[in-house]
């Protein structure tokens, strides 16, 4: 099979994300579901929602647990936040669903996982994602990954469009069901087995990300820089994709393009801060102005 095929600007130009009417309203620009977050993680989810929105969404809901939202929703008033029942520890509690059910049918692209610091919690995001009759573009990230195996792969693959899913080398090896050492071992043949197991685009997350579709065509971006190994990062990412999927991409195309935003993004940061040292928040303002550069 044929090695990875690097995800450049050239690449990108070629593939540009559908652009909105000059006069197109909030809702035209596509609408992002974004569910997460955990009372001991409660900005997390924030990230996700902003990323989305510097990725051009023009409106952005958050789902997130009670003791969160009034907070997140002060702290960012473009978007709106629904509070979600919690429990004990601080995670989405089972009745979630009342709440995120009515919120599908309004939305063009979800993402779930950012900031949920629970598999049981995310699992139960992920089963009403997966009961309902939404087509929406999926992208899972963080706990919502770590669930998966083995119950849920029959649904996902029964989605309209691929699901987007970004691990790092740890969350792969769950979903794999092997040693992390295997992953590191050969990154690009673990890529594509995940891709082909879940029919999904998967991101493999590293100094080299490498995203697969279940083609077993793999692209490579070598740029972001180790200064991109910070918390919060990934949500940034994630939050990316799904608001390039809203906007009307393909889920391969959002996700590569998520991919080079993130990265270029970090160089930026690294040019101007330093090489380690920058947050994950001071990603988002670059994105714009890098898709516009090209």
């Known amino acids: 099979m044929a090695g990875p095929?690097?995800?450049?600007?050239?690449?990108?130009?070629?593939?540009?994300?559908?652009?909105?009417?000059?006069d197109a309203d909030k809702n035209e620009r596509g609408r992002v579901l974004a569910i997460g977050g955990c009372r001991s993680v409660p900005g997390g989810i924030r990230l996700t929602a902003e990323a989305a929105l510097r990725a051009g969404a023009g409106k952005v809901r958050v789902a997130t647990v009670e003791s969160a939202a009034i907070?997140?929703?002060?702290?960012?008033?473009?978007?709106?936040?629904?509070?979600?029942?919690?429990?004990?520890?601080?995670?989405?509690?089972?009745?979630?669903?009342?709440?995120?059910a009515p919120l599908l049918g309004?939305?063009?692209?979800?993402?779930?996982?950012?900031?949920?610091?629970?598999?049981?919690?995310?699992?139960?995001?992920?089963?009403?994602?997966?009961?309902?009759?939404?087509?929406?573009?999926?992208?899972l990230d963080a706990a919502a990954l770590t669930c998966l195996p083995p119950a849920r792969i029959r649904p996902l693959k029964a989605r309209k469009h691929p699901v987007v899913l970004t691990p790092h080398i740890g969350?792969?090896?769950?979903?794999?069901?092997?040693?992390?050492?295997d992953i590191e071992a050969d990154r690009l043949a673990a890529v594509r087995r995940a891709a082909k197991a879940y029919?999904?685009?998967?991101?493999l997350k590293g100094a080299t990300t490498l995203v697969a579709d279940a083609?077993?065509?793999?692209?490579?971006?070598?740029?972001?820089?180790?200064?991109?190994?910070?918390?919060?990062s990934g949500d940034v990412m994630?939050?990316?994709?799904?608001?390039?999927?809203?906007?009307?991409?393909?889920?391969?195309?959002?996700?590569?393009?998520?991919?080079?935003?993130?990265?270029?993004?970090g160089r930026r940061?690294?040019?101007?801060?330093?090489?380690?040292?920058?947050?994950?928040h001071e990603l988002l303002a670059h994105v714009p102005g890098l898709m516009r550069g090209l």
């Not at 050239?10 to 000059?22: G, T």
């Not at 029919?199 to 991101?203: E, G, K, L, T, Y």
């Not at 101007?272 to 040292?277: A, C, V």
Request: glycine share 14%; charged share 15%; hydrophobic share 55%.
């Open 5 to 22: 095929i690097p995800l450049d600007s050239d690449w990108l130009r070629a593939h540009p994300p559908p652009q909105p009417a000059v």
């Open 71 to 100: 907070a997140l929703g002060v702290a960012m008033p473009e978007i709106a936040v629904f509070a979600l029942p919690e429990d004990g520890d601080g995670e989405i509690a089972p009745g979630c669903e009342a709440v995120i």
């Open 106 to 139: 309004r939305a063009d692209a979800v993402i779930v996982g950012p900031a949920i610091a629970s598999d049981i919690a995310a699992g139960a995001v992920v089963d009403v994602l997966l009961s309902a009759s939404s087509t929406a573009p999926l992208v």
């Open 171 to 181: 969350e792969m090896a769950g979903m794999l069901d092997c040693p992390a050492g």
């Open 199 to 203: 029919d999904a685009i998967c991101v």
């Open 215 to 232: 083609s077993g065509e793999v692209f490579a971006y070598p740029g972001g820089g180790v200064g991109l190994a910070t918390g919060g």
């Open 238 to 265: 994630a939050g990316i994709a799904a608001g390039l999927a809203a906007r009307g991409a393909d889920p391969l195309a959002a996700t590569l393009w998520a991919v080079w935003l993130h990265g270029e993004a």
């Open 269 to 280: 940061c690294a040019e101007q801060i330093g090489p380690l040292g920058f947050l994950a």
